[in-house]
T-cell receptor
């Protein structure tokens, strides 16, 4: 059974810093891994999707990596801004007729001006 | 614009009452999903549907029911058998085909409160 863990649970950094959020998963037969952002009281916004055959994906200041052999993914945020403050969720997919996402509990990120 | 629409945004349920949460997508996605989010517990899968007229239980299906009569729609009913229904409910959809792996798209959620 796929289990996903995110560390740290919360992170507070000053504006402008580069930072890394960590995600680990137990089943290396992962179909894909997706990073989401959630603002308070809102739904989930997809940030990056890494398919199982890929090693990383980039979008603007965000870069996500996937290492299936070690069961790890990282989300790198460059030059952080106060608008990046949100909860970041990592989810690993297993394919059983449909993609079933298993979520970590998230990292609550605060960027201080 | 393509996307997923959940309604209502807020819903209040009295004890012993059934309520239905709506989820509609215009992304031509094959599969649809319902998740429940509680503080400190992350998202848990309630039900999912791969194709029309077919659905499977997720990890916490007790006290919930669904239907999938149309590809675009996947309503969730929270029945009186669900003893602790207060939560944030999220609907999502995706393609089923490997060649169309674009991940999940989520709706904006429905917050259900028991009064």
């Amino acid at each position: 059974k796929q289990e996903v863990t995110q560390i740290p649970a919360a992170l507070s950094v000053p504006e402008g810093e580069n930072l890394v959020l960590n995600c680990s998963f137990t089943d290396s037969a992962i179909y894909n891994l997706q990073w989401f952002r959630q603002d308070p009281g809102k739904g989930l916004t997809s940030l990056l999707l890494i398919q199982s055959s890929q090693r990383e994906q980039t979008s603007g200041r965000l870069n996500a990596s996937l290492d299936k052999s070690s069961g790890r993914s990282t989300l790198y945020i460059a030059a952080s801004q106060p608008g990046d403050s949100a909860t970041y969720l990592c989810a690993g997919a297993v394919f059983q007729g449909a993609q079933k996402l298993v979520f970590g509990q998230g990292t609550r990120l605060t960027i201080n001006p | 614009d393509g996307g997923i629409t959940q309604s209502p945004k807020y819903l209040f349920r009295k004890e012993g009452q059934n309520v239905t949460l709506s989820c509609e997508q215009n992304l031509n996605h094959d599969a649809m999903y319902w998740y429940r989010q509680d503080p400190g517990q992350g998202l848990r899968l309630i039900y999912y549907s791969q194709i029309v007229n077919d659905f499977q239980k997720g990890d916490i299906a007790e006290g919930y029911s669904v239907s999938r009569e149309k590809k675009e729609s996947f309503p969730l009913t929270v029945t009186s058998a669900q003893k602790n229904p207060t939560a944030f409910y999220l609907c999502a959809s995706s393609f089923n085909r490997v060649e169309f792996d674009y991940g999940y798209t989520f709706g904006s959620g429905t917050r259900l409160t028991v009064v």
